[in-house]
C-alpha cells in the first residue's frame, strides 16, 4: 500500500511540477548556440538572382518565382516556368528536391536544390523534360551559429599566457516550419604558452 501511494505522488509531482526540457543534439550534449534562417532570406536571395531563361531550338523557357518551402521536416524547391514557341506559350508549377546540411569543420549551412524537372508539353506537342536543378549547381552557403570567437587569450599571474580554443563538438539540423535550426554544443581546449 505504501509503495502504491509512493508511486502516485510522484506520478502525480511529474505533472504539477515538470523539470525543465533540455534539447539534446548528436553526441547527447546541451545546445549552447543556435541559429535559425527563416526561408524569407533564402526565397529573397532567389528572387535577387535575376532572370533564369533559356532558348533552345524550338522553344525558350523562362522561371519565374523560384523558391523555398520548408514544412514538416523537408524543403521543397518550387517556381513555376513559363514555355513558349512562336504559336504557343504555357506555364506549369516546377517541384524540386532540396538538400539542407551542415559542415561542421567550415560551419557552414549549405542548402542544395539537388532536383527539380518538369515535363511540358504545348498543345499535345511534348517537348520533354527540363531539369531546372541543373541550373542551380552551387549550394548557397550560409554561416553556421557563431561563438564569441574561436579562440580567447588571457595571462596568468606568473606572465604565462592561457589559450582556450573553442570548437563544435556536436550539432543538430532541424527543418522547423518556416525555416532551417542548426544548434551546436561547444567544447574547450587550453593549453598554456610560456612566456
Not at 80 to 87: C, D, T
Request: net charge negative; aromatic share 8%.
Amino acid at each position: 500500500m505504501r509503495k502504491h501511494t509512493l508511486i502516485i505522488i510522484i506520478l502525480v509531482s511529474a505533472f504539477l511540477f515538470p523539470q525543465p526540457s533540455i534539447d539534446l543534439v548528436e553526441g547527447g550534449d546541451v545546445e549552447h548556440i543556435s541559429l535559425i534562417i527563416y526561408e524569407d532570406l533564402i526565397n529573397e536571395f532567389f528572387s535577387n538572382m535575376g532572370k533564369i531563361k533559356k532558348k533552345e531550338k524550338n522553344y525558350e523557357w523562362a522561371l519565374k518565382n523560384p523558391r523555398i518551402s520548408i514544412k514538416d521536416k523537408k524543403a521543397i524547391f518550387e517556381a513555376e516556368i513559363q514555355v513558349k514557341n512562336s504559336l504557343l506559350s504555357v506555364t506549369k508549377d516546377v517541384l524540386g528536391k532540396v538538400d539542407v546540411s551542415y559542415d561542421k569543420e567550415e560551419n557552414i549551412i549549405l542548402v542544395s536544390v539537388v532536383e527539380a524537372d518538369v515535363i511540358v508539353d504545348i498543345a499535345g506537342y511534348d517537348i520533354g523534360k527540363i531539369d531546372i536543378g541543373k541550373h542551380f549547381k552551387k549550394s548557397l552557403k550560409l554561416n553556421g551559429p557563431q561563438a564569441v570567437s574561436e579562440y580567447v587569450e588571457f595571462p596568468l599571474p606568473n606572465g604565462d599566457i592561457r589559450k582556450v580554443d573553442i570548437e563544435v563538438k556536436s550539432y543538430s539540423l532541424d527543418l522547423i516550419d518556416g525555416a532551417i535550426k542548426v544548434s551546436t554544443s561547444l567544447g574547450f581546449k587550453s593549453e598554456t604558452v610560456s612566456q
